[in-house]
């Protein structure tokens, strides 16, 4: 009898940890690394995407302090960083991120989905820009080192637009500069041909995770077992398509599991040419 208490007993530790551990939605830094002979320099980006009006410490500090850690050279926000739903998610929060990341170091808005779905997304832009922050709408910005910034409004802003801002983009690759994508959607990976590198979030990790068994459960806009939930993916022209897995957390119907909310650090290096 004492043994199956015993038994029972660490079943239960191992049960309740394995959820514990689950269940964490402490920020985490993921890093990737690419070599380009385009660039001339080196080159830091942190991004960030999903927040969707949540907090991360008071005042937004835990996440502000892990971003300053690592010293970017460029911040980029992917979409959703507002929720739709103001009621029980205001946008202050958001605004005081966006803020205190503007005045860090430049840094670079696209439009998600949920900012769109509000209604009010042309005045949600306008309040981010005025935070200090660049917001791109099938824009361009060419920076320093050879590398070139394209950001794309999501999809929900109207299809004929989005293929028309897509368009743009391709327009102006070309060999000399490192083109990145800052687009909120990873499932149109079909369409992003060309670029060097892609930063795309939306998917939120799939929400359930595995790790090393199962990437993610479901994501919105590809179903089940998401083939783009999070991580590096490599494109059929060469380029890279890295997707973010989020910010959000209380702002879920389901809370994340083996999902932690992360920082994505990209070092976009020079390659030198033989």
Not at 44 to 52: A, E, G, I, T, Y
Not at 76 to 95: E, I
Not at 111 to 127: D, I, M
């Amino acid at each position: 009898m004492k043994r199956k208490r015993v038994v029972w007993a660490v079943i239960l530790a191992g049960v309740s940890l394995f959820f514990l551990l689950g269940l964490d939605t402490r920020l985490v830094v993921r890093e990737y690394r690419l070599e380009s002979e385009k660039l001339t320099r080196p080159v830091r980006v942190v991004f960030l995407s999903d927040l969707h009006s949540c907090e991360h410490g008071a005042g937004q500090g835990k996440l502000l302090a892990l971003v300053r850690e690592q010293e970017p050279d460029y911040i980029l926000l992917g979409g959703d960083w507002v929720d739709d739903d103001f009621g029980h998610r205001p946008p202050g929060l958001a605004y005081k991120a966006a803020r205190a990341l503007g005045e860090m170091c430049p840094t670079f808005y696209v439009s998600g989905n949920h900012e769109l779905w509000s209604g009010y997304g042309a005045e949600l832009k306008q309040e981010i820009a005025q935070c200090g922050v660049t917001v791109l709408e099938g824009e361009e910005v060419l920076l320093p080192g050879g590398l070139r910034i394209f950001g794309v409004d999501d999809p929900a802003a109207g299809e004929e637009l989005w293929s028309a801002q897509m368009a743009e983009g391709k327009g102006g690759l070309s060999e000399e500069r490192f083109s990145l994508l800052l687009t909120h959607r990873p499932e149109r990976v079909e369409e992003y041909g060309g670029f060097d590198l892609v930063l795309a979030g939306h998917a939120h990790g799939g929400q359930w995770r595995l790790p090393g068994v199962v990437n993610g459960l479901f994501a919105p806009d590809q179903g089940w077992f998401p083939d783009y939930a999070g991580g590096e993916y490599r494109l059929a022209n060469g380029g890279v398509m890295i997707v973010g897995r989020g910010l959000s957390k209380e702002s879920t119907r389901v809370p994340r599991f083996f999902d932690r909310p992360e920082v994505v650090v990209v070092d976009l290096v020079p390659h030198p040419t033989e």
